[in-house]
């Protein structure tokens, strides 16, 4: 079981990893952000765009509505200012979603179908730690293109972040 506090810890600490991700992406020189390269979704860009894509899509299902998507990431993505102010907007939807929520809460289950059609049940709590788990692991991906810039990643490690922001609850 994923408890209350545990969930408060990870929103915060996604919406924590992603202004870091977003912050080193917009440093880079111009057009490296978006140029081509080996890699799933092409750029990084276009890869965070499929982390904010798959957050909008379990807001949906958190939400109990339909989600509007029929692939896990759009054609193309927005330019990088227009995509970080809107996963600014989504992280602070789940900070706040789970602010309130109580352990039984966060324990509840949520039916959902995947973009795929299949069915599936998850807890809340089990929702937020895919959530934060499915953007940590894309993230690596773009950290791992910034060394074909070259560049050096931000460290965006859940104990840098306990470190630099603990926790008073």
Do not use: C
Request: glycine share 6%; aromatic share 10%; no cysteine.
């Amino acid at each position: 079981m994923i408890t209350a506090r545990t969930a408060r810890m990870l929103a915060r600490y996604n919406a924590w990893a992603n202004r870091l991700i977003f912050d080193a992406v917009a440093a880079l020189p111009p057009g490296e952000a978006t140029r081509e390269r080996k890699s799933l979704f092409k750029n990084m860009v276009h890869t965070l765009n499929h982390n904010y894509v798959i957050d909008r899509i379990w807001q949906a299902h958190l939400e109990g509505r339909e989600h509007g998507y029929a692939a896990r990431n759009t054609p193309d993505h927005p330019p990088l200012a227009e995509l970080w102010r809107a996963q600014q907007e989504m992280d602070r939807w789940y900070v706040a979603w789970s602010g309130p929520l109580s352990d039984a809460a966060m324990d509840g289950k949520v039916n959902f179908t995947l973009i795929g059609g299949n069915r599936g049940v998850m807890t809340r709590g089990e929702i937020l730690l895919h959530v934060v788990n499915h953007t940590s692991y894309h993230r690596g991906f773009v950290a791992d293109l910034f060394y074909q810039v070259p560049a050096r990643p931000p460290t965006t490690d859940l104990p840098v972040f306990l470190r630099e922001n603990p926790v008073n609850e």
